[in-house]
């Protein structure tokens, strides 16, 4: 289930939004990424030809299983890497920024072992 980073960044949005305003539309996703319409109308149309969203009729954009799970992956693993960060003296602006390259290339199981030391402390 490997996607481009800049998917993964467009799910995780999604994912954000949705929890955010109870419900996301393409301009929700062009406003909070400041990208184009157009841009943001093109990978929407790709997210749904590859099964990630669904787009009702009135332009409401929903995650399926498959795009939710990899737009959870990427939300713990910012939420979980910013936290790490910050308590190593990071300040938070810096560790979120941070937090959102990481999160994209880290591998599984450096992840895990950075969860179970955040767990243990």
Excluded: W
């Amino acid at each position: 289930m490997k996607i481009q980073e800049s998917a993964e960044h467009y799910l995780e949005t999604l994912l954000i939004l949705k929890e955010r305003n109870g419900f996301v539309r393409s301009i929700d996703l062009a406003n909070e990424l400041g990208y184009s319409r157009p841009s943001v109308s093109v990978a929407v149309k790709q997210f749904r030809e590859n099964g990630y969203v669904t787009v009702d009729e009135a332009g409401y954009i929903e995650l399926t299983g498959t795009g939710r799970e990899i737009a959870e992956k990427m939300y713990e693993r910012h939420k979980t890497l910013s936290s790490l960060l910050e308590r190593m003296g990071v300040s938070p602006a810096t560790a979120v920024r941070d937090a959102c390259r990481i999160e994209h290339v880290i591998s599984d199981e450096s992840f895990d072992k950075i969860k179970e030391f955040m767990k243990g402390k």
